[in-house]
């Protein structure tokens, strides 16, 4: 079986609790909803864009699987993202049928990343999200936008399951 392929990011900082890097400009599958909680958004958001990359495009082509799944859980409006592998590009990747999919490039970023494991929730993802946000006030550190969730693992896979809470930050590289 084939290695899942990961977004490219690059640390920038390690501190303790979290890290500081930045991702350059990928391209994304996103759907979005009125979804307010984890367990809403991920089965909802989850089949719309697994349809797309299991043939449910204009091609009818098969797209692999990437990780991390991009949720972003708010009040206004939610979002999930599947980032395309890179062999793709805007006008390589096949339309999908679901005209609900929106196909974007992310701008680069730079984000604080704190990890933790085990299955995801609710609880946990506001809880890590208070840690990274209590961590960069400490460390005089400027945030912006939402917290967001990155999820790395199949919903089957048990062990080993790894999930992030990333935010963006005001970072000058020297």
Excluded: C
């Excluded at 009125?34 to 367990?39: L, V």
């Excluded at 704190?114 to 890590?128: C, E, L, M, N, P």
Aim: avoid cysteine.
């Amino acid at each position: 079986m084939a290695a899942t392929e990961t977004q490219t990011y690059r640390i920038i900082k390690k501190e303790k609790d979290f890290e500081i890097r930045v991702y350059p400009p990928a391209i994304m599958a996103t759907v979005s909803m009125n979804a307010k909680s984890y367990k809403e958004l991920s089965s909802s958001g989850f089949r719309k864009l697994a349809s797309f990359i299991f043939g449910g495009n204009e091609k009818k082509e098969s797209i692999a699987m990437t990780t991390p799944v991009h949720m972003d859980i708010n009040d206004a409006a939610s979002s999930m993202s599947f980032v395309m592998p890179a062999n793709y590009t805007k006008t390589s990747l096949p339309k999908p049928n679901d005209a609900g999919i929106n196909i974007t490039t992310s701008p680069e970023e730079y984000v604080a990343a704190i990890q933790f494991s085990g299955f995801a929730d609710d609880d946990k993802i506001k809880d890590y999200g208070i840690q990274l946000e209590n961590a960069l006030r400490a460390n005089g550190i400027g945030y912006f936008g939402n917290f967001r969730f990155l999820g790395y693992n199949a919903p089957y896979q048990v062990l080993g399951r790894k999930n992030e809470i990333i935010v963006r930050v005001v970072w000058l590289e020297k």
